[in-house]
């Protein structure tokens, strides 16, 4: 679900109440329903400034700061809303490709519904000894094989990321996974293109200044409008 001015609020901002799966019970009124296939979730919000100076990146900020999470009993008197800054903030946030991949695994099944495409993958899983309802103690013969496979699991992906995809700039780093990827999931992604090709263009509205911005800057998307002058 959207929020904002394609969402369902249109812009105007509204309060969304999150359900759990299944729920039947009737909704309150001045609420948003979002009923999620799932009992862990997250929720990605982005305030993009219209430039990057101080004055509107504070603006863009005292928007974040609106967003309230807080259980519905509390709707009356919702409690001092925490905010966690974690820019300048050195944290580890590396996937770790190891055995405790499938501990983390097991409990996520533990937790969540099962869903009806995921049945196939279920029944894979048992042999592994992930299964709803039981707890997950491989032996160490398993354990040993997990570990290998995860590792195996590890090095196929960062040999993707040189291999898979077409280069956007024959001397960048950027790729288009377009034709790497299925028919019938190309449609979303090409949403999503021109969504950042939008973005670009607000930035830089004179396709020559992409095009000198793209040279200019390592990473080949140039720099925002108000920099422009700066480089």
Known sequence: MDVGPTGEDQGKGGKYLLLPPGHKGEIPPGY????????????????????????????????VKQIKAYPLANAANPPEQRYIDIHGTVFDAIVRFD??????????INEEPVQPHDLSVMNLLRSLGIEKGHDFKPDAATRKVLQAAAQESNQWFMNGLITSGDRFWPNRNWDDLIPKVPEERRPA??????????????????????????????QGLGVPRDRASET
């Open 32 to 63: 948003i329903p979002v009923v999620m296939n799932t009992y862990n979730s997250y929720a990605l919000f982005r305030a993009i400034s219209e430039t990057t100076s101080k004055e509107d990146v504070a603006k863009a900020l005292a928007l």
């Open 189 to 218: 992604i090409r949403y999503w293109q021109r969504r950042l090709e939008s973005i670009i263009a607000r930035s830089f509205p004179d396709g020559e200044e992409r095009t000198e911005a793209s040279k200019r800057d390592r």
């Open 99 to 108: 055995a405790s991949f499938y501990e983390s695994l097991a409990r996520m």
